[in-house]
């Protein structure tokens, strides 16, 4: 399984890049990575801190967040909020925008992990 071997984060032309130890090289833009990203959800219900991980798996990357926060709502991210609610898109968000939207809650913390292929 390639590993992450160096991150570069662009702001001038918005892009994050990231190279393998296998020599390929993935570029994300911004706006994507801001919808896409689960580590929202840490800072806004997990407790503020957590743990990112990212690698690749043939053609798919995958995003790995871990933190101490416990979703008790078995569909989230599943379900369209209504729009009385305040909050509660960014799971959903994810769910459409991804090939697979994995999450595992427990009292001692949740994981979400997001797989996208990569083209």
Known sequence: MPQPVE???RTESRILEVRFDDGSRHELPF???RVFSP???VKGHGGGEGTLRMWREQNTL???VHDRGHLEEP???????????PTGRGL????H???LVQ???APTGSVVRVHMRLR
């Open 7 to 9: 991150i570069k984060l």
């Open 31 to 33: 706006e994507y990575l």
């Open 39 to 41: 580590s929202a959800e």
């Open 62 to 64: 995958l995003v790995e």
């Open 75 to 85: 569909l989230i991210g599943r379900t369209r909020p209504g729009p009385e609610q």
């Open 92 to 95: 959903w968000v994810v769910n």
């Open 97 to 99: 925008l991804c090939d």
């Open 103 to 105: 999450i595992r809650s």
